[in-house]
C-alpha cells in the first residue's frame, strides 16, 4: 500500500535539514554492525560465547545511549581493543541509501531549498558511508556532531551549529528517526518536524508520538514537487 503523502506549506520552508542513519540510510546497517557483527567478532577476541557477549556489548551500549561516546568509533575501539572502522568495512555492503532519497534531494535542490546532513555518526563512519553512497554531493553543508563536541540530543547542540550553519529554526524543515532529537530540535524552536517510521528495512514501521510520520521520501515529493523555487542555493561545504 502506498504512504499517503505529506502535505507541508513550502512557501514557509527555507532549509531542509536531514539526519543520516535511519532517516536517508537504511538502519539495517547498523543495528546488524551493532547488534550482531560486533558481538560475533568480539566473542572471537575474547575467547567467550557469542551469548555472552551480546549481553556484555547491549549493557555498555545501554550505559552510553544519547553520548557522544556511545557514537564515538574512537572510544569503543579504545575500550573493546578492536579497530571498530575495520570492522565496519566488513559488512559494508549492507549500507543503503532508502528509497526516493535521491530523487526528494534533487528535487529540493531544484526548488532552491539549502539542504543540511546533521549527523551524530562519527568522521570516519560518515566518510564509509558518504564513499559507499555518493551521497555528498546533494548537500550544501554536511554536519558532523563530533566536530562540535556535542550530539544533537544534548541541550546547546543546535545553537552551536547556529556558528556554523546560520538558519532560522521557525523556516527549516528537520527530519530524523529518534525522538529524542526531534524533542530537542522542538525546543530550539524548530518550526517543521518529521519523523521517519521505517528507519530499518528488516523491522516493521512504527508510529513516532508527538511527530507527524513518513516511510517513505516519496510522501513529501508530491508537494514539494509543485512548490516554487526560492532562488538559488550557495554551497557551505567550504564554510
Known amino acids: 500500500m502506498t504512504p499517503e503523502p505529506i502535505d507541508l506549506d513550502w512557501t ?9 542513519d535511519g532517516t536517508l540510510l537504511d538502519l539495517h546497517f547498523d543495528n546488524h554492525f551493532w547488534l550482531e557483527h560486533m558481538p560475533r567478532r568480539y566473542a572471537e577476541a575474547r575467547g567467550i560465547p557469542v551469548a555472552t557477549a551480546r549481553a556484555e556489548l547491549h549493557a555498555r551500549y545501554h550505559d552510553l545511549a544519547g553520548t557522544i561516546e556511545w557514537y564515538c568509533l574512537d572510544h569503543w575501539s579504545r575500550e573493546l581493543g578492536l579497530d571498530v572502522a575495520l570492522l565496519k568495512r566488513e559488512v559494508e555492503h549492507l549500507i543503503a541509501v532508502h528509497p526516493r532519497v535521491v530523487e526528494f534531494l534533487e528535487l529540493l535542490a531544484a526548488r532552491g531549498r539549502r539542504r543540511v546532513l546533521v ?3 562519527h568522521q570516519r563512519a560518515l566518510a564509509l558511508k558518504l564513499e559507499r553512497t555518493r551521497l555528498a554531493g546533494h548537500f ?8 562540535l563536541g556535542a550530539v544533537k540530543e544534548t541541550p546547546g547542540f543546535w545553537s552551536r551549529v547556529q556558528t556554523i550553519e546560520p538558519f ?4 527549516t524543515l528537520f527530519v530524523d528517526d529518534n525522538p529524542q532529537v526531534l524533542h530537542a530540535a522542538r525546543d530550539y524552536g524548530f518550526g517543521w518536524l518529521l519523523a521517519v ?3 530499518d528495512s528488516r523491522a516493521a514501521p512504527r508510529r513516532v508520538e508527538d511527530f507527524a510520520t513518513i516511510t517513505d521520501f516519496g510522501q513529501l515529493i508530491p508537494g514539494l514537487d509543485v512548490a516554487q523555487s526560492t532562488g538559488s542555493i550557495s554551497s557551505g561545504l567550504g564554510d
Open 197 to 199: 517510521g521505517a528507519p
Open 12 to 20: 514557509r520552508i527555507d532549509a531542509v535539514f536531514l539526519d543520516m
Open 140 to 147: 550544501e553543508h554536511i554536519i558532523c556532531a563530533h566536530d
Open 168 to 171: 532560522d529554526p521557525a523556516r
Open 119 to 121: 549527523t551524530n555518526a
